[in-house]
Antibody
């Protein structure tokens, strides 16, 4: 059974850093594209970062240069390093993956990041 | 990159059918059969309902169906039930960006 479990969220001051983890089971992270999606309070879903099986990474302009997506194949875990956090980064963060391209079959439970002083 | 366009809200009575639209461009919805749909209940993670325009994953009710015409994809829910009340999002591959696009989301109210 495929399972994704996020951790690492919390309350952080503006300008601070946080690292989110997404522990995967039931499949191999290095063999799948892995996507980070976030949802600000009361708002819609935003796909803002992806790492493909070939290792290529992509970011939305809103996080480029501040966030880094990575994976640890030995731990079968996806990470999101978030630096220089801003109030507008406040959101529930989900990791997700799919059984095929351009679809997200499996989602974590989400972890809340609150950026506030 | 702008989000795909969905109506903010739709409503229907139990037993009725409703359709939610998702409008994009020829660079995304209209150009590729890579549209998927997600259901999200409050406080929960999204759930995949439809992939590749009209395919249902195993375990998803056949009351949910998808289609596409031109630059607009549609999700139809037939035989509305109270538990269908949720937010619904479309999602599409786009050749205009390195990241796929979500629609703005539609809140379904079952009257």
């Amino acid at each position: 059974e495929v399972q994704l479990v996020e951790s690492g969220g919390g309350l952080i001051q503006p300008g601070g850093s946080l690292r989110l983890s997404c522990a995967a089971s039931g499949f191999t992270v290095r063999s799948n594209s892995m996507t980070w999606v976030r949802q600000a309070p009361g708002m819609g879903l935003e796909c803002f970062s992806v790492v493909y099986s070939d290792g290529n990474t992509y970011y939305a302009d809103s996080v480029k240069g501040r966030f880094t997506i990575s994976r640890d194949n030995s731990k079968n875990t996806l990470y999101l390093q978030m630096n220089d956090l801003r109030a507008e980064d406040t959101a529930v963060y989900y990791c997700a993956t799919g059984s095929g391209s351009y679809r997200l079959d499996y989602w974590g439970q989400g972890t809340l990041v609150t950026v506030s002083s | 990159q702008s989000a795909l366009t969905q109506p903010a809200s739709v409503s229907g009575s139990p037993g009725q059918s409703i359709t939610i639209s998702c409008t994009g461009t020829s660079s995304d919805v209209g150009g590729y059969n890579y549209v998927s749909w997600y259901q999200q209940h409050p406080g929960k993670a999204p759930k995949l309902l439809i992939y590749e325009v009209s395919n249902r994953p195993s375990g998803v009710s056949n009351r949910f169906s998808g289609s596409k015409s031109g630059n607009t994809a549609s999700l139809t829910i037939s035989g509305l039930q109270a538990e269908d009340e949720a937010d619904y999002y479309c999602y599409s591959y786009t050749s205009s960006s390195t990241l796929d696009l979500f629609g703005g989301g539609t809140k379904l109210t079952v009257l």
